[in-house]
């Protein structure tokens, strides 16, 4: 499964930025999607998660600012995100769990876009 992610940019603290993520359609069946971010010198952390349920899970520094959704007709995962600040800028990542079959479940990840957030 490869994904394309896009929607990242330039914006102003207190702004708004919406990321999309869609998964090449293939055999496999897509489970959890998710946002990552990787700032500067900093971890890879999880921003935001999706079952293909649509239960969610966010890290607490998102919560109430970040919406995660998608479409499983269209493989697609969004991020809106508002009330953006300074402390949001980094390199942003979805990924997406999948398997065939019985066969085990394995993942794979978007290329990255950078979400900079001037304060």
């Known amino acids: 499964v490869q994904l394309q992610a896009s929607g990242g940019g330039l914006v102003q603290a207190g702004g708004s930025l919406r990321l999309s993520c869609v998964a090449s359609?293939?055999?496999?069946?897509?489970?959890?999607m998710a946002w990552y971010r990787q700032a500067p010198e900093k971890e890879r952390e999880l921003v935001a998660s999706?079952?293909?349920?649509?239960?969610?899970n966010y890290a607490d520094s998102v919560k109430g600012r970040f919406t995660i959704s998608r479409l499983n007709a269209r493989n697609t995962v969004d991020l809106q995100m508002n009330t953006l600040k300074p402390e949001d800028t980094a390199v942003y990542y979805c990924?997406?769990?999948?398997?065939?079959?019985?066969?085990?479940?394995?993942?794979?990840w978007g290329q990255g876009t950078l979400v900079t957030v001037s304060s």
């Open positions: 990924k997406a769990d999948y398997h065939w079959g019985s066969s085990s479940p394995t993942y794979s």
């Open positions: 359609r293939s055999k496999f069946s897509i489970d959890t």
């Open positions: 999706i079952t293909r349920r649509g239960s969610t």
